[in-house]
């Protein structure tokens, strides 16, 4: 089946403008979560979305957010891009949320802030 | 959550079982020992998890210490394409699907 799509998969922008990244689960999947991944950060939870709802967050500003449709695909929107926001933004999806299953990632959408 | 400290980077020869180590010592009674390794360019990769028991499946075998403070994924055979950043993962069960990760450790297999 499917994996977990991510779109735009490059993407460059200007400082102060705001950017919609896409998140396709893979089928059946309820739960989709965000991730940035920096060199100097590593690694980092953004939030997670469950059946259209958010279930938890990550210590980001405000200018991140995002939102789940009923077809469970997600978009995460930064508004007012910085230059420290340029990173490897990662969506991953699983069967559900708060169990031991396990978390399937796409290939990630690359910003440039420029 | 607790911590993770694992070694930054591990060298492996091909053919050989490459055992990643990981010190969760303040791990508590409802958290979950994941791992999961990011192939260059690529999203992470699920590879096990466990709670207390050792786990294995097709990619590794998990164990963890009778007291749960530390784990070693271990890599029966490992080739070239096991090269990658492993990350192991302390999560509570409540927690949903928000994963901390650490540093983790870089392995690099070697012909």
């Known amino acids: 089946k499917a994996g977990v799509t991510q779109t735009p998969r490059y993407l460059i922008k200007t400082r102060g403008q705001q950017v919609t990244l896409s998140c396709s689960p893979i089928?059946?999947?309820?739960?989709v979560s965000w991730y940035q991944q920096t060199p100097g950060q590593g690694l980092q939870f953004l939030f997670e979305?469950?059946?259209?709802?958010?279930?938890n967050k990550g210590n980001f500003p405000g200018r991140f957010s995002g939102r789940q449709f009923s077809n469970s695909r997600s978009e995460m929107n930064v508004s007012t891009l910085e230059l420290g926001d340029s990173a490897l933004y990662l969506c991953?999806?699983?069967?559900?949320?708060?169990?031991?299953?396990?978390?399937?990632f796409g290939e990630g959408s690359r910003l440039t802030v420029l | 959550d607790a911590k993770t400290t694992q070694p930054p980077s591990m060298d492996c020869a091909e053919g050989r079982a490459a055992n990643l180590p990981c010190n969760h010592s303040?791990?508590?009674?409802?958290?979950?020992v994941y791992w999961y390794r990011q192939i260059h360019s690529q999203g992470p990769q699920y590879i096990i998890h466990?709670?207390?028991n050792n786990e294995t499946n097709e990619m590794a075998s998990l164990i963890i210490t009778e007291d749960r403070k530390s784990s070693t994924l271990i890599l029966p055979h490992a080739t070239l394409r096991d090269t990658a950043v492993y990350y192991c993962?302390?999560?509570?069960?409540?927690?949903?699907?928000?994963?901390?990760f650490g540093g983790g450790t870089r392995l690099m297999v070697k012909p």
């Open positions: 979305y469950f059946s259209e709802t958010q279930r």
């Open positions: 089928s059946g999947h309820r739960s």
């Open positions: 466990g709670l207390k």
């Open positions: 991953a999806s699983s069967l559900t949320s708060g169990t031991t299953g396990e978390l399937f």
């Open positions: 303040t791990i508590s009674g409802n958290e979950y």
């Open positions: 993962i302390v999560k509570p069960s409540n927690a949903g699907n928000m994963l901390t």
